[in-house]
């Protein structure tokens, strides 16, 4: 019975964990059958033509880049010319697009926080106010550091 109880205790205690990241991860996840936000309509208004933000990955000044370093200089650019908003909204779209680069977010998402910082002249709230749970809030820490 010891044994039984013990048994059960560790099952539980390996798939607890997964079962919570799971569907926290699931609960953050954009639904295509959600009605649209404010947000969605402020990425279709900052996109170009093409239904692109920003530059593509294959903008000649990107080429000979490795594939982070374009992002980075497309994330940049999309700060510098819009708002973080849609430099983040680039940065998860991309992250959906090419999972290869998802070692990448974390440190990318942080830059783009302290380069809104310095676009808003230290204004860290401003830049704050644009902090989203993408790449598990290093934008947010990004601002404060």
């Known amino acids: 019975m010891k044994q039984l109880v013990r048994r059960i205790g560790q099952t539980v205690a390996l798939t607890l964990p997964v079962v919570l ?3 926290g991860t699931l609960a953050v996840t954009r639904v295509p059958w959600a009605p649209p936000t404010g947000l969605d309509q402020q ?3 900052a996109s170009s033509g ?7 990955a294959t903008a000649p000044s990107s080429q000979g880049l490795a594939p982070q370093d374009a992002l980075r200089v497309d994330l940049m650019e999309e700060l510098r010319n819009h708002t973080p908003g849609t430099a983040l909204d680039l940065l998860e779209r991309t992250m959906r697009e090419k999972p290869s680069l998802t070692p990448y977010c974390s440190s990318l998402s942080a830059e ?17 106010s644009f902090a989203r749970p993408v790449c598990d809030g290093s ?3 990004g601002v404060v550091g």
Do not use: H, M, N, P
């Open 112 to 128: 783009l926080g302290r380069a809104a910082v310095r676009k808003y002249q230290g204004d860290v709230q401003r830049a704050r």
């Open 139 to 141: 934008f947010a820490a």
């Open 21 to 23: 990241v799971t569907t």
């Open 50 to 56: 093409d239904g692109t933000i920003g530059r593509s």
């Open 43 to 45: 990425v279709v208004a």
